[in-house]
């Protein structure tokens, strides 16, 4: 492996910064405030990936957990940054586990029992991603002003103009 093979990635990192980000001024506070999850916790995943592949000769299979978790979270924390979408990715955090012990449980011995946690956590963040997605579109299109606005003139229109009931 090359020395500088580090350097084609940070540049193209560099690159999509300047390319998403044009009106802000480029410091090192805003790159780092930008891409903190990119040069800190997506690196300590793939360490730990890294040594359970090469150093230890897939033989000490704990090292995907924390691998899957910081890899995992290092995604979300990413693009949550970027697009500042918190209120949207944040059932990631609940998947990160679950992506770390799956990783333990397909290399390792296929201890059947992991697929418990695994799936009530991966069951559990798939449920709050759809809940979230649901809730965001029926908002838009339910709840959007046109169609809110539209739906209280029907109403209203239909109040003023039905027949009235006589009373006996």
């Given at each position: ?104 449980y397909w290399f390792g ?41 539209i739906a209280l003139i ?15």
């Amino acid at each position: 492996m090359r020395r500088m093979s580090w350097l084609g990635p940070l540049m193209i990192l560099a690159g999509v910064y300047l390319f998403f980000f044009q009106k802000e001024a480029v410091s090192m506070g805003s790159l780092f405030g930008n891409f903190w999850p990119t040069l800190f916790i997506i690196p300590l995943g793939l360490f730990f990936h890294w040594m359970y592949f090469s150093l230890t000769e897939r033989r000490g299979t704990g090292l995907l957990i924390p691998g899957g978790i910081l890899f995992t979270v290092g995604i979300v924390c990413q693009l949550s940054t970027l697009f500042d979408s918190w209120g949207y990715l944040w059932p990631g955090f609940i998947l990160a586990p679950a992506v770390g012990l799956f990783e333990f449980y397909w290399f390792g011995n296929r201890n059947k029992w992991l697929l418990v946690p695994i799936n009530i956590l991966g069951v559990l963040s798939l449920m709050f991603f759809a809940m979230i997605a649901f809730g965001t579109l029926y908002n838009r299109v339910v709840f959007g002003q046109p169609v809110l606005a539209i739906a209280l003139i029907a109403i209203g229109a239909g109040i003023m103009f039905a027949p009235k009931k006589n009373k006996l």
